[in-house]
């Protein structure tokens, strides 16, 4: 298990911008692939972008394409969520999580990711 704390989430004006960090803490995060997750009010969560565990590879949602940027540092065990022309259907609890598997691939899919942060409220307003 690995301990994911998110931060920089905010209230901000449709267009605007936000970046989304997620500190990592235990050992190995450099081996593993990264994703943002999102929960809307009233739904379920859904996939917002992910990252190859060495950073080389990325793969987004298509509502968010053109629009995120997910980077990692594994120097710093960090993940980031760059969020340009932020829209309000983008308002969600935003999370970070790691993938299961060492060195594995990215995955769209929840369920194959083991660690979880707490989330970040981020709200777009019209």
């Known amino acids: 298990q690995m301990q994911l704390v998110e931060s920089g989430g905010g209230l901000v004006q449709a267009g605007g911008s936000l970046r989304l960090s997620c500190v990592a803490s235990g050992r190995g995060f450099s081996n593993y692939a990264m994703g943002w997750f999102r929960q809307p009010p009233g739904k379920e969560r859904e996939f917002v972008a992910a990252i190859y565990w060495s950073g080389t590879s990325t793969v987004y949602a298509d509502s968010v394409k053109g629009r995120f940027t997910i980077s990692k540092d594994n120097a710093k065990n960090m993940v980031y969520l760059q969020m340009n022309s932020l829209k309000p259907e983008d308002t969600a609890v935003y999370y970070c999580?790691?993938?299961?598997?060492?060195?594995?691939?990215?995955?769209?899919?929840?369920?194959?990711?083991?660690?979880w942060g707490q989330g970040t409220q981020v709200t777009v307003s019209s």
């Open positions: 999580a790691r993938r299961l598997g060492y060195r594995g691939s990215w995955s769209t899919r929840s369920y194959e990711y083991d660690s």
